[in-house]
C-alpha cells in the first residue's frame, strides 16, 4: 500500500487555472500507475487522468483533453494535474489514486486512494 496525501484545492474563475499535487510515502513510488479521479454533488466518481510508472504513457478523459496535464516527478515522489481553462463542470472532489497496473482508467484498478480536495470553478 502507499499513503497519498492531495494538495489543497481551490476556488478559482472559469477559465483559470490550478494545479493540485499528490505525495506519496510508503512503497516505491515509481512502481505505480498513478490517476486522477472526481466525482461531483450527484454524481458518481469519473476518470480524469492517469499516468504510467515511468510518466511515458498518458490517459485524459475526453472532457478534459487539451486542458489538463498530468505528469509525475519520481524522484518527489509527487503526481500533479496541472488544469488551465477551467470550467464550471469542474467542479468536483478530486481524488488522486495509485494502481499496480500498468496504467488504467478504471477505478477498480486504484487500490490506494487520497482523502480528496475540493476544487470549485465559479462561473
Known amino acids: 500500500q502507499v499513503q497519498l496525501v492531495e494538495s489543497v484545492g481551490g476556488l478559482v474563475q472559469a477559465g483559470g487555472s490550478l494545479r493540485l499535487s499528490c505525495a506519496a510515502s510508503?512503497?516505491?513510488?515509481?512502481?505505480?500507475?498513478m490517476g486522477w479521479f472526481r466525482q461531483a454533488p450527484g454524481k458518481e466518481r469519473e476518470f480524469v487522468a492517469a499516468?504510467?510508472?515511468?510518466?511515458?504513457?498518458?490517459y485524459n478523459e475526453d472532457s478534459v483533453k487539451g486542458r489538463f496535464t498530468i505528469s509525475r516527478d519520481n524522484a518527489k515522489n509527487t503526481v500533479y494535474l496541472q488544469m488551465n481553462t477551467m470550467k464550471p463542470e469542474d467542479t468536483a472532489i478530486y481524488y488522486c489514486a495509485a494502481s499496480n497496473v500498468y496504467i488504467s482508467t478504471w477505478y477498480g484498478d486504484f487500490g490506494s486512494w487520497g482523502q480528496g480536495t475540493q476544487v470549485t470553478v465559479s462561473s
Open positions: 499516468i504510467s510508472r515511468s510518466g511515458g504513457s498518458t
Open positions: 510508503g512503497r516505491t513510488f515509481s512502481s505505480y500507475c
